[in-house]
């Protein structure tokens, strides 16, 4: 990612920050209307759950000026995620899901670039947590 996309993400993140628990709820929606099956990976509180996913997601824009940093906390992430039954096929419904809600939640701010800026984050984000999955996985 370069410096612009980094502030585009920083920058519209701060837009749905406050309403993060509707943002995190949305994008639950959005993933299981896309794959209703993945629904049953998540077996513990949805607020909890999505409270989880926006801490994880403004960690991971706090650390995008720090790629190794983010690197290290993505590796164990996707190291933890398929340990939960993640398996890859389940990254590009995520990433859709999150642009969808992104889209939703920003309206008129969500721009061409602003979604290109979040598709990059996301395929740095979703390459380390694979690649941290795969690690974890015997072969």
Partial sequence: MNDHQIQLVRESFALVSPIADQAAALFYDKLFERDPSVS???????AQQ???????????????????????ALLRLGERHAGYGVVDAHYPLVG???????????????????????AAMYAVVAG????????????
């Fill in 128 to 139: 380390a947590m694979r690649e941290g999955a795969a690690a974890a996985t015997p072969a």
């Fill in 96 to 118: 859709a899901a999150l642009l969808d809600t992104l889209a939703v939640g920003l309206g008129d701010a969500f721009t061409a670039e602003t979604r290109e800026a979040w």
């Fill in 50 to 72: 999505g409270a989880r996913l926006m801490q994880m997601i403004e960690g991971a824009v706090q650390l995008l000026d720090r790629p190794a940093m983010l690197r290290h």
């Fill in 40 to 46: 049953g990976l998540f077996r513990g509180d949805m």
